[in-house]
């Protein structure tokens, strides 16, 4: 079993010691995403089965927001955002990513701003200003500031990626996809944040589910999400045969199962 695994590190390369590869979800990887496409969207192909996070989300979102003036806080390139004009009052997109909100505002209705601002900064509203507020895999350091933008008893809803998204790359890619972490960093950040920041309730649920990918080249598309045409190339070029090998070994009627994790965030003002 050890020669197997050896031979498979060996056979695939790792794409973070290309000279161009950022750190995923760091500034500069955003800049790179947001000059590349304009757009924070994922390019892979996959289904959920199971409980489905997003769906649940939207859900609940759906419920909250009409008639409100609304934060979409970690807002990306607002599709989501722009999708819930409609019925609201009037919602607000923020993001650090300038590309992203100049996309954002191409389409954008009367009753949609966007902002763009660094939430570890205060952030550039009025105390009250929102009655409610969501966080569609934004960054949770916006946190301690919502309390203060939000009105009392307003409600935020947030989706977060989980502390196990895929882990089952990591053993079937060794060398593509690096290690697992340990323990639970990403939830107990929330719970730092959320302690911190004075919410007067505030609840997380943890949701599991199935990710079906599609093919051999969803793979590669997962790992290099965001990253510059020549880490793809790369990867394509070293490591494509071995990568189709394991999944075609592994895959189901239905593609290659990972597992995918979500916390889902309840709190209110």
């Known amino acids: 079993m050890n020669r197997e695994v050896d031979r498979l590190t060996a056979a695939l390369i790792d794409p973070t010691t290309h000279k161009d590869w950022m750190m995923p979800h760091s500034f500069q990887w955003y ?5 590349l496409t304009g757009k924070y969207a994922y390019p892979w192909n996959s289904t959920i089965t199971g409980p ?3 769906r649940i989300f939207a859900q609940e979102v759906a419920g909250m927001v009409p008639g409100k003036k609304v934060l979409d806080v970690g807002c990306g390139h607002g ?3 722009i999708g819930w004009s409609p019925v609201v009052q009037h919602i607000v997109g923020l993001d650090i990513t300038a590309d992203f909100i100049h996309t954002a505002y191409s389409t954008a209705p ?3 701003s966007f902002v763009t601002a660094n939430t570890k900064d205060r952030l550039p509203f009025e105390q009250n200003e929102f ?7 934004g960054p949770t350091s916006a946190y301690p500031e919502l309390t203060r933008i939000i009105k009392k008893g307003g409600r935020l809803i947030a989706l977060h990626p989980g ?3 895929s882990p089952e790359l990591s053993i079937l890619f060794p060398g593509l996809y690096g290690p697992q972490q340990e323990g639970t960093p990403v939830l107990d950040k929330i719970k730092q944040r959320l302690d911190a920041s004075g919410f007067a309730e505030a609840e997380i649920e943890t949701v599991l ?4 990918l599609h093919g051999p080249l969803d793979i590669v598309r997962l790992r290099c999400f965001g990253q510059t045409s020549a880490v793809h190339e790369m990867v394509m070029e070293s490591s494509l045969p071995e990568i189709s090998r394991i999944f075609a070994q592994h895959q189901t009627t239905h593609g290659l199962p990972t597992t ?3 916390y889902i965030v309840r709190a209110t003002v």
């Open 31 to 35: 800049a790179g995403l947001g000059s």
């Open 52 to 54: 489905d996070a997003e």
């Open 79 to 81: 599709d989501f955002t």
């Open 110 to 112: 009367a009753n949609v």
């Open 131 to 137: 009655d409610c507020a969501y966080n569609r895999k």
């Open 163 to 165: 502390d196990r998204l």
């Open 209 to 212: 589910g199935t990710q079906y």
């Open 260 to 262: 995918v994790e979500y």
